[in-house]
């Protein structure tokens, strides 16, 4: 693509939803065009065009055969991302799609071989890529700060789920939402970026309890294994007395690292080592516009959706990972 013909792009934006006004303010703030928000709730789509510009619809077609929109953000629930994906590839537009990549890793194989059969460009939005507190994570452990690496842990804490601020229905079913999925990804997704320090994920364990027949799950406790021998622990847990949280722990025989609440990076002992508030979807929407070789991929995505689905399949048993 030409970086100078993408400079500044012109967006559709299917889904007019919390994610969906974040990505219309990055889109605005980049100088980016938004020419249409499409939503089922019409309502919805309009509220967001009257701010933000563009033309409201709940027709996605209308979206998908204007010829000048060149990229499209799938925002929508996870069940509907390989069909609206599919649908804009063929149209031969750009895709960024909200993670994960989809409802299953078979889904997420068919938007594999859609993106490649188009040759646009695609992304998911899996945004620690560009967040300097994991960078700088990275930076320590490639400099030997911790040490051999002992364990690493993964802990979630969830007052209210859904959160306060995102009451919709989805989020807490079993076969759309849940925590694991719509945060626990993101940590699924960053331990594979950190395979040079702590090997690839090669199988997991996990004991689940759910919220109801259908609901999602509301503890989660687990392992998961690599091929370097290190194990990380899950321990997720929703409805409890304590304060949401979101932590990475990497513990080394010389030091230890905790990144938390997205950006927040602290030693051991609680020094700060780095706390750059940023918006990383600005940075991702900007490398995708120059077709850097840093966005994250279909293929990326599908590495944590196995990883999440294991999670859920295993009941206590091993199970191993593709």
Known sequence: ??????????????????????????????GDEI??????????????????????????????????VQTVYVGVVPKFHK?????????????????????????????????????????????????TGIKKMQELLASNFVGKIRRIELRFRFPDWPRKWQQVDWLGSR???????EVGTHFFFLLNELEEFIGRPTRVLSLNEYSGKDGCESSSVGMIEFDSGLVCSIDLLTGSSEDEENTIRILGEKEGLAFKQWYLLEDLNGNVLCDTRESSERKMVEAFKVSSDTLVTFDDALRAQRILESIHKSNGKWIELE
């Open 35 to 68: 020419l249409w928000i499409c939503d089922l709730d019409l309502s919805k789509a309009e509220k967001l065009s009257e701010e933000f510009g563009g033309k409201a619809t709940d027709d996605l077609d209308e979206l998908l055969n204007d010829a000048e």
């Open 1 to 30: 693509m030409d970086t100078e013909v993408n400079r500044f792009m012109k967006f559709g934006i299917v889904g007019a939803g919390v994610i969906g006004r974040r990505f219309a303010n990055v889109f605005s703030a980049t």
């Open 175 to 181: 076969e759309q939402g849940g925590p694991l999925r």
């Open 83 to 131: 069909e609206i994906t599919i649908r804009v590839l063929e149209k031969l537009k750009n895709v960024i799609c909200e993670k994960p990549i989809a409802l299953s890793s078979e889904d997420g194989e068919e938007m594999i071989v859609a993106a490649r059969k188009s040759g646009k460009l695609t992304a998911i939005n899996l945004p620690f890529r560009y967040t």
